[in-house]
């Protein structure tokens, strides 16, 4: 709708200069000549159908974006679809071939305003297509007047009369049933009916926006639309000059009635309405299971692709990383600036794929064992198109990576993914995913789709920070001394943590402590740099060790300080923890973390030895890491932690 705005402003100046400077002192008005009579029409009606095979036959026979008509005395019929009464259309006419089951439609550029007094919906005309181009204007069949370079002017007032002859029949739109599934340029310029839908929860959940009426809305309002059955969305466009622009989105699910078109760019497909009444959300919300107002320390199951290698496909972790269509897998990745870390990626971009599907599975989760588990991840995207990210779930899949396109995948409808009007490179949270509701054993996936033939529909995205969290009923370990522990036999956190290891974010976030690994290493590590957190406070805890038999104890282990802008991680010891690193009373320990580069990685430091031998009982040790995001988010590796003793 970008295309109308500028036009309104200008016509609103117009209007206002006439108003001005033309009086009639005697009120003297004409009277338009509002009668209709049968339309006449001498010469061959085509279809808009065949209107738009010609188009296509001349782009792709001599390359040209246009076709222009002269003396073929023929002529196209439609009945009208849009209204410019609610503001939300401008100088435009929208037309489709039949007034139910439509097969085609065109938009008619028209340097008139208002046009619903005397093209109605449903109204039937027919356009005369000698003087006449048609071609793509923001990406739809378009009819105006051949302009200079690659632009359609507007059909001036003077002439509308002379193309455009308005029909006594007046008939009922029926809206096409479609899915966001099923959008393709052949549905644009349709009036459509979208059901089982419904506004994200960002729109309407977590904050209550309106049709086009924010402060950052501008030329249009884009607002998610989501299809509950199947997790897609789309964009529902309103025009900041439309009459309805202040309301209140509803926060319902139903059926929407509109106009498929395409944004100004002509690249990411949206959906208008002629008027708020066509917007039948009234039913109660779909939704998975909402979201939850806290995160619990526990970890569940966790990866900040850290310990992945750069460029190569994910693995590990109890991954399942599968293509059902095409030839692309998720891989590791690392953004430009060398601080972002590793993450996943996906992207048919240069594949030559003509379809590309791509899975990417967690390991299986056991949701009975525990309460309150929440999902949170972060997504961004380098130009996503039109191609789509969905995550979803399953309680059937086998764990057979050929069975994954058999099993059930239901959508979680609360999670908020990035959508292609996100700067490029910004990095977009989840939202707090309830999974409580659920039971029994579920898998989180998240599917990739696109395609390398359309350049519309081959973007990129990348995940990172999956994070699932539950209230994890801690158990206390108590190892004996000697105590060494190298991470070399784990695999994820998740197995640490079950050999007595604690993890534990006290602030509230979704920061946490991972398995690393680089150059066959394997270490714990922790940063919060793009975490978008103000304050990350986050514990990782030993086993307990037990000083009971031992003497002249010491305290020795390597640390490696990476992008410091802060020195924010401290070594402390309790008598008294008990699985919760916020209740437990904590000393700290002399130990000097060593300092590292601001622009890239540090060497692995040998620390100690540390003299522990006054300490008695059972003694935990445990990392402290307080960061805040962007200001103090250093990367810290820990390795070789040991307690020797004699």
């Known amino acids: 709708m970008k295309t109308f705005n500028f036009y309104k402003l200008y016509s609103l100046f117009l209007i206002a200069a006439a108003v001005t400077f033309s009086c009639v002192k005697d009120d003297d008005f004409d009277v338009p000549d509002t009668q209709v009579f049968p339309a006449e029409i001498d010469g061959t009606v085509i279809s808009i159908g065949a209107l738009r095979n010609q188009l296509i036959q001349e782009q792709n026979g001599n390359g040209d974006g246009f076709v222009t008509f002269s003396e073929t005395n023929q ?6 679809i849009s209204s410019d009464e609610g503001g939300n259309f401008f100088e435009e006419l929208i037309i489709q071939d039949k007034a139910s089951n439509p097969e085609a439609g065109v938009k008619i550029l028209a340097d008139v305003n208002p046009l619903f007094t005397t093209y109605q919906i449903g109204r039937k005309v027919f356009v005369k297509l000698d003087g006449l181009t048609v071609g793509i204007d923001s990406g739809v069949l378009s009819l105006g007047i051949g ?21 006594v029949e007046v008939a009922e739109i029926t809206p096409l049933p479609i899915n966001i599934e099923d959008f393709d340029f052949s549905k644009t310029n349709l009036f459509v009916s979208i059901q089982n839908v419904q506004f994200s929860a960002e729109d309407v959940v977590l904050n209550q926006r309106t049709y086009a009426g924010e402060s950052t809305d501008q030329f249009d309002g884009e607002r998610t639309l989501q299809d509950c ?3 897609l969305n789309t964009v529902f466009s309103t025009s900041t000059f439309a009459d309805f622009k202040s309301l209140n989105l509803p926060a319902g699910q139903g059926t929407i009635n509109g106009i498929l078109t395409l944004n100004f760019f002509g690249d990411q497909f949206n959906v208008s309405v002629n008027d708020p009444r066509d917007v039948l959300l009234t039913e109660d919300r779909c939704h998975f299971c909402g979201l939850a107002d806290n995160t619990e320390a526990g970890v569940l199951f966790g990866d900040d692709f850290s310990a992945q290698n750069n460029g190569a496909p994910i693995f590990g972790n109890g991954w399942t990383n599968f293509s059902e269509e095409g030839s692309v897998l998720w891989e590791a990745f690392v953004d430009e600036d060398p601080t972002f870390g590793l993450a996943a990626t996906v992207g048919t971009f240069g594949s030559d794929d003509e379809s590309t599907v791509s899975w990417l599975v967690s390991p ?12 949170n991840f972060d997504t961004s995207n380098s130009f996503s198109d039109n191609s789509y990210l969905l995550v979803l779930y399953s309680q059937d899949w086998d764990g057979q990576a050929e069975n994954i ?20 490179s910004e990095w977009v949270a989840s939202g707090n995913i309830d999974l409580s509701c659920l039971s029994g054993t579920a898998h989180i996936a998240f599917k990739y789709v696109g395609n390398d033939v359309d350049d519309e529909f081959n973007g990129t995205f990348e995940l990172d920070n999956v994070f699932v969290n539950a209230a994890v009923e801690t158990t206390t370990t108590v190892e004996p001394i000697p105590y060494n522990e190298d991470f070399e036999t784990y695999s994820n956190f998740g197995e640490l943590i079950d050999a007595g290891w604690t993890n534990q974010n006290v602030s509230g976030g979704v920061t946490q402590w991972s398995l690393g690994e680089f150059e066959d290493n394997k270490y714990a590590q922790i940063s919060g740099f793009s975490s978008g957190e103000s304050q990350i406070d986050v514990w990782m805890v030993t086993p307990g060790i037990d000083f009971e038999n031992t003497q002249g104890e010491v305290l020795t282990m390597d640390i490696q300080t990476n992008f410091q802008n802060a020195e924010i991680l401290t070594v402390f010891y309790s008598t008294d923890f008990a699985g919760d690193a916020a209740t437990a009373t904590w000393t ?28 008695s009982g059972t003694v935990y040790f445990g990392f402290f890491y307080e960061g805040s995001d962007p200001s ?8 070789n932690f040991s307690v ?3």
């Open 405 to 424: 396109p058999n099993a059930t995948w239901l959508p979680i409808l609360d999670a908020t993914v990035v959508d292609d009007n996100t700067n490029f």
């Open 147 to 167: 302009g200079s370079g690659s632009d359609i002017e507007k059909i001036a007032n003077s002439q509308l009369d002379t193309f455009l002859i308005r029909d």
């Open 364 to 375: 299986e989760l056991d949701l009975d064992a525990q309460e309150n588990e929440t999902l």
């Open 588 to 615: 700290q320990l002399p130990v000097p973390v060593p300092s590292g580069p601001s622009d890239g990685f540090g060497t692995l430091e040998s620390v100690g030895d540390i003299d522990v031998s006054a300490f």
């Open 75 to 80: 002529f196209i019929s439609g009945f009208v």
């Open 632 to 639: 103090a988010t250093t990367r810290y590796h820990i390795d």
């Open 644 to 646: 020797s003793g004699n």
């Open 229 to 231: 059955a199947t997790g």
